[in-house]
């Protein structure tokens, strides 16, 4: 007997009110401004009546805009975020004739919408149902007892959601609604289905625990009348995923076997019986599951089957299937331990980022998809920013071995526990009501490790505190902590906090990454100006957390933008923002420079997350990172900071292979106290390895340096490394007497199927010599040497119309964060983003570089003021230029010649005479006074 009917398909459609277009014309409202920025009672709210003809077709599931429904409004000058098509926020209406079979005859008729906004639902015009879940499937009940025939289904969605008085204002700055992300949408996605019901079926059904060989199960029963039922409960578990036959386990490489029917199966069954009552009625079921049961973990992703059935006499009458995987998490001190073995997060933050669509995918092949990529980069860990994904991307997690961090849709939200203040009341009853239907809905997956009630946010800690207390009601068996860097000025943990996700961990310190922005000081120790090495750690900041600590948002390098990525913007939004720089790149006459800018930038971009994500590895007692992103971000001003677009399409920076080398399961190290070398200095290399792969493991390690005339190669002995351990292996020294010119040089680690490598710069010794051609400020004496036809060199960090150096690029947007510091009365940050050199110069000839800023540039990069360089008379030589940030397009000279009268001018714009105990800077003032003395 047909049980299920699917509904996807042609809806009669109808869209209401246009309030986006009323808020552009009454409030002077554009895509770009914030919602929630206005009291609930002076909203707009027009209550319409159902309308008695729905003209036009959708086909569904789909959205709105995916159907190209509404009229078309593209702001051409946005540049906060992308810019929507066909942006619509009001009710909009879907009708569909339904026919019940006969075998209907007199059941209750239920129906389902995987993932919508707030609904009233009609059935033959009678409002029967409505819900504001939009997190969960919905599931309207049509009919008690429904005639056999044609009726009328009847669907108003609302996606204005600012008015309800149980809708939080806040929750739109979150990634589930927001313009800057997936979009607050229309439509209706995933699974559209009804279902017969007979005289008793479930309603909720969950797995509760999974502790000591017993699996339990807590399940809500809807029952017509009081009736004694019969539960038959099964598992059926692959004898593969059991420790009772000699069986490899199966590793994420070989997961294309997960769905494939395996012929032997451990199988139990258990039956019983139960007295329902009339209504409402909540069970628990405990089965036995072998003992030897495989556990589930990023290796071994190993799932099962759990099937419910419920009948009466014998008829069936619901049955519910679950499949899980057996894994037990929990904290020992600041460690994670997953099936008792320690782990470590190496995480990417999902935004919610789907320009083709805007909104979440339903499918489950896109999830594979994404995980894929993070597996590919060596990642094994996802953290949902303020959202919740549907049920697709837990079954691809699942079967993938990723570890989730899901959080409500809270972003820089206050949070108390007054319910006498309605904001924070409301605020409050959504996310205690909406944390526990997600825990139900989503938690018996393994692959839900971590719950976080929000993003960034503030408020009373024991309202947090009392919040998690409620989630444990309903679950024990996950990680949970009050958010994502909550607190974030003034760091404090929850007593009720399994886990700390923060960026340092001290109010004016303690910072446990690399990059801030200038609103956030201190910065991180790879935008300062000390010289950089490999020997930073967080043990310190470590100390004050008594949990296990991930750090928050690492990252955040913005790369320059691809100017032909706007092509691929082919669905619901593009990206306006990449024609106002291509504008504004034209009229400073930086156009043909926007490729080779990127590609600089992107150079040096790689090699900062490099040190950020090393530095956290070489810490003892860390328990991950969430990286901010490998994706892009298209939003708040637009963070251009992946190594893929906001299409999950490469940008060509880096092979996967090469990242995996600095973020895996198992990374070889080195630490040095520098990347720069005098000739005769030993280089010392101390090896660490970070290690939570599936088994101790054990090697020789080899270290070698190559370059054009370097080839030195040393062992450390036999070395068994733990799982779970960040350990030194030991210190190796090189002799660099050998290497008597400047020459950059590689440093290669390799040690159990592992390898690393490092840059290095090794000079012969020199010292400063003042000389008659170099000046330190233009005059007159300057210009009558010129005029005479001699080459001069100003060494000079003041000149006019000069500005700040950065080495790392900018931190996540510029604009962004420099309206931030101006309203604190904060210095901005310097907003450049990297360098372009003309390598070949020879100027720098006795300097080696590439064409990209590498770390040997970062003492001359923070000690530069390059001059913005307008039209000039003269033709300018750029030989390093600085890359400024696409909002602003200044051509920056820290190093370029110019002919001016009979003369050549070669202005250098930092001072290397004020370092002499600084190797790189002696190396570049020879080798440009070496070149103005013998080419010049």
Partial sequence: ??????????????????????????????????????????????????????????????????????????????????????????????????????????????????????????????????????????????????????HELFIEVDNHLAPYPDFPEELYEGHQFSEHTQTNWNGILGNIYLEALESAWFTEFYKKSDQNGELCISAGISSESAAKVEFRITANIPKAYTKEVNTKERCAEQLSTQNAQVKETYFTEVRFQEILSEGQNRKEFTIKLPNKLRCWDEFSPNLYEITVEMRRDGMLLDTKKLRTGHRTIKRQGKTILLNGNPVFLRGNIDCAIFPKTGAAPMEKSSWERLFRILRDYGMNHCRFHSWCPPEEAFEAADERGIYLQVELSCFAAELNRDKERALEGCLYRYLENQGQTVLKAYGSHPSFLIFAVGNEMNGELAAFEQLIRGYREVRDDLLFTQGANNFLETP???????????????????????????????????????????????????????????????????????????????????????????????????????????????????????????????????????????????????????????????????????????????????????????????????????????????????????????????????????????????????????????????????????????????????????????IHRWDQEAARR????????????????????????????????????????LPPAPGTMGLLIDERHPALAQFPTEYFSNWQWQPVAVRSRPVCITDSQAPVHMIVQGIDHVSRNNRLGLLFEVMLRHGRLIVCTCEPEKYPDIPEMCQLYQSILDYALNEG
């Fill in 1 to 150: 007997m047909l049980k299920k009917m699917d509904l996807s398909g042609t809806f009669e459609f109808a869209m209401g009110k246009n309030h986006y277009i009323l808020k552009m014309d009454q409030e002077e409202f554009h895509p770009g401004q914030k919602y929630g920025d206005k009291k609930k009672e002076d909203r707009l709210f027009v209550d319409e009546p159902l309308p008695d003809i729905l003209a036009d077709q959708i086909e569904l599931p789909s959205t709105t805009e995916m159907s190209g429904k509404g009229e078309i409004l593209v702001n051409s000058k946005e540049t906060l975020h992308l810019s929507r098509l066909r942006p619509f926020t009001g009710k909009c209406y879907y009708k569909k004739s339904v026919r019940i079979p006969k075998s209907w005859e007199g059941k209750g008729i239920r129906l389902t919408l995987e993932r919508t906004k707030y609904t009233r639902v009609f059935w033959d015009r009678a409002l029967v149902s409505g819900s504001h879940e939009f997190l969960i499937p919905q599931e309207h009940l049509l009919s008690r007892a429904c005639a056999a025939g044609e």
């Fill in 492 to 774: 404090v943990c929850s007593r009720e906090d399994d886990l700390w996700v923060i960026m340092r961990t001290a109010q004016a310190g303690g910072n446990i990454r690399a990059s801030f922005s200038h609103n956030d000081l201190p910065l991180g120790h790879i935008q300062g100006k000390e010289r950089q090495n490999t020997m930073h750690t967080y043990e310190e900041p470590l100390r004050a957390s008594g949990l296990p600590l991930l750090s928050h948002e690492v990252g955040q390098y913005q790369v320059f933008p691809d100017l032909n990525e706007g092509d691929s913007y082919q669905g619901t939004a593009i990206m306006t923002a990449l024609n106002v720089y291509r504008d504004d790149l034209e009229k400073t006459g930086l156009l043909d420079q926007a490729e080779p800018f990127r590609q600089a930038c992107a150079k040096l971009v790689w090699r900062c997350y490099k040190e950020d994500i090393e530095a956290i590895l070489r810490t003892p007692g860390m328990s991950g990172f969430q990286l901010l992103s490998l994706q892009d971000f298209p939003g708040q001003g637009t963070a251009l900071i992946g190594m893929f677009n906001s299409l999950w399409q490469e940008k060509g920076i880096l092979p996967s292979e090469r990242w995996r080398e600095f973020c895996n399961d198992t990374v070889v190290m080195a630490k040095m106290p520098s990347y720069v070398y005098r000739t005769g200095d030993r280089i010392p290399v101390t090896v660490v390895v970070c290690h939570y792969g599936r088994e101790d493991i054990c090697g020789d390690v080899r270290v070698r340096i190559r370059g054009a005339s370097a080839a030195l190669e040393q062992f450390l002995p036999c070395h068994t490394v733990k799982r779970g351990e960040t350990v030194e292996l030991g210190t190796l020294s090189f002799d660099t007497s050998g290497i008597d010119k400047p020459e950059q040089v590689c440093l290669e680690l390799a040690y159990a199927g592992r390898q690393n490598h490092y840059d290095l710069w090794i000079y012969p010794p020199g010292r400063i010599e003042p000389h008659d051609c170099v």
């Fill in 786 to 825: 010129l005029e005479q036809g001699e080459t001069l060199v100003l060494f000079s960090a003041d000149l006019e119309n000069s500005v700040e150096m950065g080495f790392a690029p900018d931190f996540w947007c510029y604009p962004m964060f420099r309206q931030a510091t101006d309203q604190k009365g």
